[in-house]
């Protein structure tokens, strides 16, 4: 049966994505995806493409505002500069994007096809299809304005395609995935839920199947039944991270891990040595999105707390710690392609470590002060937003701060 990844519901946001950091997302989603290439293969990157916490949690350890309808459109994009110059290589393709180049689409795809041995034609159906589909046959009151095809040279795919609601200024993001995909006419998504916007017509929905067959006449098709579960990821308005939007258990031992204990007292953490404990801390959190099964990004704002936000929140993008953790996974990967596996399984470490931690891990309640904290250390580390480079507080308070 098909995985249900899910849909999200995300607040408009019209800002911008600056050069700085625009770059710095394209070496990490590089770095990233060559990762979970190496270690988990090209048909697990397309299946965590398809999820939407998966996919929301990357673009938070990637820089962008935790929430927002931009993560799709920027993360997307710097997947796409950074990873079809490697396709060849990777075996992975990213088709599309938004506005007038969601129309590249099928063009784009029948290249592939010419590069891989894939079925062209049938790429290109599956492509409109879904657009189709999300655009007419469920009439939820969100219009298609980005529309991103992934393939494999395998064959496996995902769609993801973002729709816009200028009544609620809300968009809605669609996921799809081709494992075992039975039918675009009767319950086709990995899911789409959302807020309740009032009654809509799906005419995918397995109860029209009397109306599909009378505006269907032609076809033949018997689908059976897709998996009744639906994942659904709805984000709130209010653009400030707040304690109830992250698991507390989690981040405080990732926080622990990266704060508490030199990698001295770890022999899995000798080959990081030499790396900041701010930088363990962003690393720990980019080691969770490369391995972390889907249980563990049902809050996505805790990846915020890897390399902040372009907005200011939960605190500036720190620049030093951004440079460094690509440079950290960016020296794995390439020696791991050489077969010195040793940096990339201490990367992995840091996951295995931090959720060994939270069995016996109890948090505070000084989540706030966490964040001012991050603050008012932003400008060490070159912090910077869309307003300019972080600078040092008026007073500094010397807090010493723990969230255990």
């Known amino acids: 049966m098909m ?118 034609d049938h790429l290109v159906r599956c492509s409109k299809l879904s657009a189709k589909v999300d655009n007419t046959a469920v009439q939820d009151g969100f219009q298609l304005y980005t529309h991103n095809f992934i393939v494999c040279n395998t064959g496996e795919w995902t769609v993801i395609q973002q729709g816009m609601s200028a009544g609620n200024k809300t968009a809605r993001r669609y996921h799809w995935y081709s494992e075992q995909l039975q039918s675009f006419v009767e319950e086709p998504h990995t899911a789409v839920c959302g807020l309740n916007q009032g009654p809509i017509l799906n005419v995918t929905a397995l109860e029209a199947a009397a109306t599909r067959n009378a505006m269907l006449a032609v076809t033949k098709e018997k689908p059976e039944l897709m998996m009744q579960e639906i994942q659904q990821l709805i984000m709130p308005a209010h653009h400030q991270v707040h304690a109830e939007d992250v698991n507390l258990k989690r981040l405080g031992s990732v926080l622990w891990l990266a704060h508490e204990h030199e990698a001295k007292n770890f022999e899995e953490l000798l080959l990081l040595q030499g790396v900041g404990p701010r930088t363990i801390q962003s690393l720990a959190l980019v080691s969770e999105v490369i391995h972390g099964t889907p249980s563990r990004f049902k809050d996505p704002a805790r990846f915020a707390f890897a390399h902040g936000g372009k907005d200011g929140h939960p605190f500036p993008v720190p620049i030093k710690v951004y440079d460094e953790t690509i440079s950290t996974l960016q020296t794995a990967v390439h020696k791991a392609k050489l077969g010195q596996n040793d940096k990339q399984q201490a990367i992995k470490a840091l996951h295995t470590l931090a959720a060994k931690a939270e069995k016996d891990f109890v948090p505070n309640e000084r989540f706030e002060e966490l964040i001012e904290k991050e603050r008012n250390e932003s400008w060490k580390y070159d912090g910077r937003t869309v307003f300019g480079r972080a600078k040092p507080p008026a007073k500094s308070k010397g807090v010493q701060l723990r969230l255990f």
């Open 3 to 120: 995985s249900r990844a899910g849909s999200a519901d995300l607040p408009l946001h019209y800002g911008y994505v600056p050069q700085w950091l625009t770059e710095r997302m394209a070496k990490l989603g590089l770095a990233i995806t060559e990762s979970i290439l190496i270690e988990y293969g090209k048909k697990e990157m397309i299946s965590r493409l398809s999820d939407p916490f998966w996919f929301q949690s990357l673009g938070a350890v990637m820089g962008m505002d935790w929430h927002s309808s931009g993560i799709t459109t920027s993360v997307l994009g710097a997947l796409k500069r950074a990873v079809n110059p490697h396709s060849k290589e990777l075996g992975i393709y990213i088709c599309g994007g938004k506005g007038r180049f969601s129309k590249e689409a099928p063009k784009e795809l029948l290249s592939v096809a010419e590069q891989t041995g894939l079925d062209g």
